[in-house]
C-alpha cells in the first residue's frame, strides 16, 4: 500500500514511485515499458488539451495493472469485484483487465481521484460519455512510441491538429476497423459508442455548416 500523503502526481512523487514499483513485479517486461511509455504520452497530450497532468501520469501509468491475467483468471476477479460478467463477454474476456483493474487500483490506491480509476476503466471498451481524461489515456495507449501496430502513425499526426474529441473518434475508428479486419468480436457496448460520436460529429459539421452560410 502506498502512502497516501502527500497526495503527488509528479513523476518523482510517492504515489508514482510506488505505483511504478509495484507494477513492475506485475507485468511482462514488454507490458511495463509500455505503460512508462503510455504514461510519458499522456502527459504531452494532457499539456496539449488542457487536461491535469498528473492525473493523465498516473492514469497512463496503471491502465494496464491487470493485463497479465489469463482469460479464466479475469473471469474470477471480475466476479470476485463485483463487475458483472455477461455470457458474450467470456469470448472477450480479456477486456475484462480494465475493469477489474479499476476496482483493483480503487482498493489499493484509494487515494487516486475518481477520474483516474474511470480512465483505467475505459481505456478499453470506451464509453459514450468520455471524459478528457478518459480520452487522452485511450489515445495515448494507442499511440505511445512503442506500438507498432495498426496504422498508429496517421493518428500521431494528428496530435494537436484535431480537438480531443475528434483525435477520440479517429482513434477508436482505427480500433473498430482493426476489429473487422481480424474478424474479433465487437463488444455491444462499442457500437453504442461509436454511433454516439458520430452523432455528435454530424450535429457539429451541420453547426458549422450553417455557420457558414
Known amino acids: 500500500m502506498c502512502s497516501p500523503a502527500p ?15 509495484i507494477l513492475e513485479q506485475r507485468l ?43 482469460d479464466e483468471e479475469l473471469i474470477a476477479r471480475a466476479r470476485e469485484f463485483g463487475v458483472p460478467v455477461r455470457d458474450w463477454e467470456e469470448d472477450m474476456a480479456a477486456l475484462l483487465h480494465a475493469q477489474t483493474g479499476a476496482e483493483a487500483l480503487r482498493r489499493e490506491f484509494p487515494m487516486f481521484s475518481e477520474a483516474i480509476i474511470q480512465a483505467v476503466a475505459r481505456h478499453t471498451s470506451a464509453a459514450s460519455d468520455m471524459s478528457p481524461l478518459d480520452m487522452v489515456i485511450y489515445v495515448a495507449d494507442m499511440i505511445e512510441p512503442l506500438r507498432t501496430q495498426g496504422n498508429v502513425g496517421a493518428l500521431r499526426a494528428l496530435v494537436g491538429k484535431l480537438p480531443l474529441e475528434a483525435l477520440f473518434l479517429k482513434s477508436y475508428e482505427t480500433t473498430m476497423k482493426h476489429l473487422v479486419t481480424r474478424h474479433r ?23 458549422t455548416k450553417k455557420e457558414h452560410m
Open 7 to 21: 497526495l503527488d502526481y509528479t513523476q518523482d512523487g510517492v504515489l508514482y514511485t510506488c505505483a511504478r514499483n
Open 185 to 207: 468480436f465487437i463488444h455491444p457496448d462499442s457500437l453504442e459508442v461509436w454511433n454516439t460520436y458520430i452523432h455528435k460529429e454530424r450535429i457539429g459539421m451541420k453547426h
Open 28 to 70: 511482462s517486461d514488454y507490458r511495463f515499458l509500455h505503460s512508462i511509455s503510455v504514461s510519458q504520452t499522456a502527459v504531452v497530450l494532457a499539456e496539449l488539451y488542457g487536461v491535469d497532468e498528473g492525473e493523465a501520469r498516473i492514469a497512463g501509468l496503471v491502465h494496464d495493472w491487470d493485463k497479465n491475467y489469463s
